[in-house]
């Protein structure tokens, strides 16, 4: 009996708590799902959310829009409150949107702000968008749904894309020896969201944009899983073709070869790749001809690698953080007479293949 009664205030008291514990009803908040930043002709801030209204529609929720100025470097979603029926709540922010412009003044005082906000997890998505803010967020309203961090996790895992997210991002913005890098999304004819590119920071602004090629090989530098597509036409003895392959899985080395006068890094790639397409002028039963298939298609991933290199340099942008790299291999190593070799620092490719499934079409 005695054991009972412990047990009846036990439970008495659990129910008790809960009732007095804080609560949160999805109905009765503003949670943002979309957060967008530009900055207006007057050099103030604007801030613009996307946030699902579960009180209007009994189904889907209706997707709310609304925009706002501020002095730069605020998180602006505290003056938001005015317009709207329900407290807006940050907790559930999955995609932080940049304008180009924006992204091109400097993002570090709303980068900290961020870091600072407590409701934020780090598995956010930070893009840059070619057109404004406050125009995306639009598209993405337009379209119905709010599942932009999805598709940008679809074009990771499947397409060009290397794997980031807010983790990624703060690891390379306030890292030695590297350099942030985002997404880049943009508006198709029909006013659609597209997503493709990769954005490159120097320091706390936007400086360079990869196209969707230059992407596919910065993915396979960058992430071991890169599943992305790449065609080519090659000429072999008079002969042309198509060559249409597939990421599997990519592997990297890089050797710092020290030399007082002039350093340099040797780089060896070695690639788990499918080939989908290859010229009919190939008979891959026969070992000679896989052999020429094979050679083709690592004499291309160097050539477009060193490419890629050379652009990087050019524009003193490190996002594959070759200068941690070096910094690991070498201690001595100081960040501003290193970034002063860098556009010159040699860098030798070396690519291993190995294929290991061949499609049916040629």
């Known amino acids: 009996m005695k054991k009972w009664k412990t047990l009846f205030l036990v439970i008495l008291c659990f129910v008790l708590l809960i009732g007095c514990a804080r609560m949160n009803i999805i109905d009765q908040l503003s949670i943002v799902h ?45 003056k938001m409150d005015k317009y709207t029926s329900t407290p807006i709540k940050l907790s559930k922010i999955r995609v932080i949107v940049f304008s180009k412009k924006f992204a091109k003044t ?37 379209e119905g749904d709010l599942t932009l961090a999805d598709r940008l996790k679809q074009n990771m895992l499947t397409q060009n ?18 350099d942030a890098y985002v997404p880049i999304v943009s508006l198709n004819r029909n006013n659609g969201i597209d997503v493709g590119g990769v954005g490159i920071f120097k320091g706390d602004k936007f400086k360079l944009q990869l196209n969707e090629e230059q992407s596919f090989f910065f993915s396979i530098l960058e992430t071991v899983k890169t599943q992305g597509w790449h065609r080519f036409k090659v000429e072999d003895n008079g002969q042309q073709g198509i060559i249409i392959v597939r990421g599997f899985r990519s592997k990297k080395n890089w050797d710092l070869i020290k030399n007082q006068s002039k350093p340099k890094l040797n ?16 008979d891959l039963s026969n070992e ?29 942008v490190d996002p594959l953080g ?25 860098i030798h490719v070396k690519v291993n293949l190995e294929i290991i499934h061949t499609g049916l079409e040629k």
């Open 161 to 178: 894309l290397p794997d980031m997210n807010l983790h990624v991002f703060l690891n390379h913005f306030f890292g030695d020896g590297m």
């Open 322 to 346: 070759i200068g941690n790299i070096v910094r690991a291999r070498d201690k001595n190593w100081d960040e501003t007479a290193f970034y002063k070799k860098y556009p010159n620092l040699p």
């Open 106 to 142: 400097s993002v570090s005082g709303i980068v900290k702000r961020f870091i600072t906000t407590p409701e934020l997890g780090t598995n956010i998505q930070i893009v840059v968008s070619e057109k404004s803010a406050q125009e995306t967020l639009k598209a993405i309203k337009e």
């Open 288 to 316: 000679r001809d896989l052999k020429r298939l094979k050679t083709m298609i690592e004499e291309e991933v160097k050539k477009k690698v060193k490419q890629l290199l050379t652009t990087l340099k050019e524009n003193k």
């Open 267 to 282: 780089l060896t790639m070695n690639l788990e790749w499918t080939v989908f397409k290859y010229p009919d002028w190939l």
């Open 34 to 78: 979309v957060y967008g930043f530009d900055v207006s002709k007057d050099g103030q801030m604007v801030g613009t959310v996307l946030y699902p209204n579960y009180t209007k529609s009994r189904g889907n929720p209706n997707i709310q829009y609304l925009t706002e100025h501020a002095p730069p470097n605020s998180v602006i979603y505290e």
